[in-house]
């Protein structure tokens, strides 16, 4: 059984930071990649950033310049700095594990207000 958990989330006025943080423990074997997924009320789920187990990473565009993942590989833990929030980053974000198998978190809510 594997556990993704995240933490971190909260409420951040509109240029503000926050820092996700995502754990991946339990019968995991091989993590290929790790990343961020977001949904906004009434939204389909988007990818935020995604980064491999050899550091590469891919942003959508609209969060470029302003998030950064990052990973610990020995904790199996992916992290997302927030800066320059804006209220179009108001959503539930998941964290996601790529191993043999895609494995999601419950997410966590962050909200950005004016």
């Known amino acids: 059984q594997v556990q993704v958990v995240e933490s971190g989330g909260g409420l951040v006025q509109a240029g503000g930071s926050l820092r996700l943080s995502c754990a991946a423990s339990g019968s ?3 993590i290929n990649a790790m ?3 977001r949904q906004a009320p009434g939204k389909q789920r988007e990818l935020v950033a ?4 050899g550091g590469s990473t891919n942003y959508r ?3 470029k310049g302003r998030f950064t993942i990052s990973r610990d590989n020995a904790k199996n833990t992916v992290y997302l700095q927030m800066d320059s929030l804006k209220l179009e980053d108001t959503a539930v974000y998941y964290c996601y594990v790529v191993s ?3 494995y999601w978190g419950q997410g966590t809510q962050v909200t950005v207000s004016s």
């Open 61 to 63: 565009d609209s969060v």
């Open 50 to 53: 995604v980064i491999t187990t």
């Open 35 to 37: 990343g961020w997924h």
């Open 28 to 30: 995991i074997f091989s």
């Open 100 to 102: 043999r198998s895609v």
